[in-house]
């Protein structure tokens, strides 16, 4: 069975549907293979393989029926399985969901069989994956470093091959970060394009989306298909795609205008990082592209009003979580810098918060206007009309294990330096643009280097075929980390 360890998900679902292999065997590969490799790398936190079994033995239908799939133990909830959140105090009491959410209801439907829930930093705040509640995830290309956050178990159990496909979400770069740091495939789609139903009509003032982390630029377009669209209730949806997402893959890109950036006002670079990004740009040309050192000059004028906003909402979580308890979150609950942040937060006035959301709305119609094609300018008149931005997915390479994590006696300073890890990715969770990670380069020690790629407002279709060609232009599908086997 060693030869389908690195099938894509949509491989995998191939040839249960030809007969060549049964949904069970896939099962049973997944499981055989969380249960040597998890207790080096700590991806999975929760398993549920006699669950994962009685469904692959219903034979699931589905355009992925029967391929074993990971869920992050982050806003996503599956009926009966333990929901922790990254935190403690949700662990010690052992919480459970009481029902699926959408999405997750919706990867059931698709014939996905969900083997186990994946490690998450507490309340996902942070750009590495290492809560207080489960330990460190470990990064397969160097078990000394970082696997990224908020989504490192998941991209971890994708990168080693436990599982071909995972849950992730993105509130700063999440699905991104992890993506760049294990050398694999993950799409921040457009706002909205997932629904966050039943509890949720949006996180994080519209900041948080739903998507996964792949090994296959199919498998993200097959997923993408397979979640999304809008639900009842919903304040808000994406634009409606012209046709399945699966059908962008190996379509024409067209001549493409594409700006590079390769600095960044607050942040230095890793030399390997610029390495990375020039070295994407030649290929870009070489594939017949128009391209320019050039991005939006508003990138490098963030609102200083709407560094509000993350306290906020990192207090409206510790609130809503005691009240889902019975009982008030006291600072034994939380790690140092999530409980000051939420205290900040807690103390912000409501029309401060409302300026801040006002001042980042204005800021992001200035940023997406650099990829409108109708001369209506914002800076300085003058509309480039742009197709894509790419850029550096992380300013660095990834950190070591307890590099970002709390500083004993000074609250913040390791939230702060974890939070230079989103220079890049942030920015697009603010405007809602579709922002995809792939890993177009490896450094000299063998680390993975992702290289990010930014298109319009509801333009999942561009980057999904420029990542076809990127994937048949620069493989990375026969790269695994030697851990992995």
């Known amino acids: 069975m060693e030869d389908i360890t690195w099938l894509d998900a949509t491989g995998q679902a191939e040839l249960v549907r030809s007969g060549e292999v049964s949904a069970r065997e896939l099962v049973e590969h997944s499981i055989s293979r969380i249960e ?72 059931r439907a698709a014939g996905f069989v969900l083997v ?50 995972a849950h992730a979400n993105d509130g700063g770069g999440s699905v991104r970060i992890p993506s760049s740091a294990n050398g694999l495939v993950g799409l ?19 900041m948080t989306h739903e998507s996964a982390i792949t090994r296959s630029i199919r498998d993200i377009a097959g997923i993408l298909d397979v979640v999304g669209g809008m639900a009842p209730g919903d304040p808000y949806t994406a634009p409606t795609p012209k046709r399945p997402y699966v059908q962008e893959v190996g379509a024409p890109v067209g001549r493409l205008r594409v700006g590079i950036q390769v600095d960044h006002p607050n942040v230095a670079l890793d030399p390997e990082v610029v390495v990375a990004v020039r070295s994407t740009a030649a290929l870009l040309e070489e594939l017949g592209h128009i391209v320019e050192e050039a991005r939006p000059a508003a990138l490098d004028e963030p609102p200083a009003e709407a560094q509000v906003l993350m306290p906020v909402f990192q207090y409206l979580d510790i ?81 070591q294990l307890g590099e970002l994590r709390p500083v004993p006696g000074q609250p913040l300073a390791g939230f702060l330096k974890s939070g230079e890890y989103v220079s890049f990715t942030s920015p697009f969770n603010a405007t809602g643009q579709p922002a995809m990670s792939l890993p177009m380069h490896w450094s000299a020690d063998g680390l993975p280097v992702g290289v990010q790629f930014v298109a319009a407002y509801g333009r999942e279709d561009l980057l999904i075929r420029l990542g076809s060609v990127l994937e048949q232009a620069r493989p990375w599908a026969g790269r695994h980390p030697g851990i992995a086997g």
Request: aromatic letters at 10%.
């Open 36 to 107: 040597k490799l998890n207790p080096e790398v700590n991806a999975f936190i929760h398993t549920s393989f006699e669950k994962a079994r009685a469904v692959a033995d219903r034979a699931p239908t589905g355009p992925f029926g029967g391929v074993p799939f990971a869920v992050k133990d982050l806003f996503q909830q599956s009926e009966g399985d333990p929901y922790h959140y990254g935190t403690r105090f949700l662990k010690e009491l052992d919480w459970r969901a009481s029902a699926d959410t959408w999405m997750v209801s919706k990867l």
């Open 116 to 165: 186990g829930r994946t490690n998450t930093p507490e309340i996902g705040a942070w750009t590495t994956t290492e809560p207080d509640s489960y330990g460190p995830t470990r990064n397969p290309w160097d078990l000394g470093r970082s696997s990224g956050g908020s989504s490192g178990g998941s991209a971890v159990a994708v990168a080693t091959g436990m599982v071909p496909a």
């Open 188 to 206: 921040k789609p457009t706002r909205a394009r997932v629904s966050l139903g039943p509890e949720l009509g949006e996180a994080w003032a519209g």
């Open 319 to 399: 609130v809503h979580w005691g009240k889902v308890i019975g009982r008030e979150l006291t600072p034994d609950d939380l790690d140092q810098d999530n409980w000051a942040l939420g205290m900040y937060g807690k103390d912000v006035p409501a029309v401060a918060y409302l300026e801040g959301l006002s001042a980042l709305h204005r800021w992001c119609r200035r940023v997406a206007a650099w990829w409108n094609h109708d001369d209506a300018g914002v800076d300085g008149g003058r509309d480039p009309g742009y197709d894509l931005l790419v850029t550096p997915t992380l300013p660095k390479l990834p950190a």
